[in-house]
């Protein structure tokens, strides 16, 4: 498996983004199964939502978010109260402050999930998994 972040679907999607054409052109490994069964979650998608309102229509925003969620090829685990709790953990231990509580619990799901790779452009997951691109 490979989690998806959301700095990962936010370049994806704004294609003014410095890390657009990275993003897309990573895809077709995702896409293969390369990585495994690409996966995200429900925090990440809150986080991508509040992103993608400040650079396109809310209504796009919706469209994308919705089209993640109905994807049969991605799975989005929701964080639940086991997962916040080991996120909270995460979050006292690594006090690097640009690692938000939303990385945090994408760690503790990885970490639950045995997952080892990460889509992302931030490097502040390198202390947990392995990143790509």
Known sequence: MIFIDTT???AHIVETDDM???ALDEEDNIKSGRYGRPVTSDYVLDELATLLRREIETKRVHEKIL???AAPDIDVIFIGPALF???LKILREDDRR???MTDATSVA???S???DTIAS???HFTRYVNVIP
Do not use: R
Request: charged share 25%.
């Open 109 to 111: 799901l990885m970490l």
């Open 20 to 22: 657009h054409q990275n």
């Open 113 to 115: 999930k045995k997952i």
């Open 98 to 100: 640009k690692f938000s």
């Open 67 to 69: 089209g993640i969620l």
């Open 8 to 10: 990962f679907w936010f």
């Open 121 to 123: 452009f931030d490097d």
């Open 85 to 87: 709790s080991e996120g």
